[in-house]
């Protein structure tokens, strides 16, 4: 069985703020095909991170696909605002949502892939009843709310789990892998079912970001 490419989402949490253009210019430069934004408000996670200014310099500096994820309380208030600042796909919260597919449905209709993020704790059961309506699973693979946590290891079961439940409602959703990503579990994560790894640390620190992120793509060969 001829496996697909992992996609690649280095997450910019973990980039050079003082010198972003350098850092757009290597992404643009490598094989990653999403940029992974994470935004959040102090409130559902304990950080604030970017607002809509710096999504909307960001959007200029690449033609890359703009992954954000809100890890905020409330989303539904600013879906047309997180479009017009760039973002093509639009990842909340189930933890965050009250009407879960009200909102997928709102992000849909302007035009975004719609994205589900999970907890650690989170059972994907309860992704039962949306995922057809679902683009991209977001799993947490550490709590949310800062770069550089260890991995948390029960994440293999649940991506097999959830991969599972999308091919048993024949769902296209993308399995999303986020937080504590490396060289060395990443071939694990695909091998259970992972289609798109979130590499902050792991691209930012390593010597050669170009050559990592190649790496983590070639990892099906």
């Not at 033609?63 to 994820?69: A, G, L």
């Not at 949502?97 to 035009?111: A, E, G, P, Y």
């Not at 949306?130 to 709310?145: E, K, W």
């Not at 289609?195 to 790496?215: K, M, R």
Request: aromatic share 6%; net charge negative.
């Amino acid at each position: 069985m001829v496996m697909n490419k992992p996609i690649i989402a280095p997450s910019v949490l973990s980039a050079n703020f003082a010198n972003l253009q350098a850092d757009f210019d290597m992404l643009n430069n490598s094989v990653a095909e999403f940029i992974h934004i994470d935004v959040m408000d102090g409130v559902f996670v304990p950080n604030i991170s970017f607002g809509f200014p710096l999504i909307q310099a960001m959007r200029k500096l690449s033609t890359k696909t703009f992954d954000v994820h809100l890890m905020i309380v409330e989303p539904d208030k600013y879906i047309d605002t997180f479009k017009n600042a760039g973002a093509d796909i639009l990842s909340v919260h189930l933890e965050a949502s009250t009407h879960l597919h009200r909102t997928l449905q709102k992000i849909h209709s302007v035009d975004m892939k719609a994205g589900v993020a999970i907890n650690p704790h989170t059972s994907i059961n309860l992704l039962e009843d949306t995922i057809a309506d679902i683009d991209l699973v977001c799993v947490m693979s550490v709590n949310p709310g800062f770069g550089g946590q260890k991995f948390i290891e029960n994440t293999y079961d649940k991506i097999a789990r959830l991969k599972e439940l999308i091919l048993k409602k024949n769902s296209k959703a993308l399995i999303e892998i986020d937080g504590g990503v490396t060289l060395q579990n990443a071939k694990k994560l695909l091998d259970h079912g992972a289609d798109v790894l979130v590499a902050g640390n792991t691209v930012f620190n390593s010597e050669n970001p170009i050559q990592t992120i190649q790496q983590l793509n070639n990892l099906n060969n």
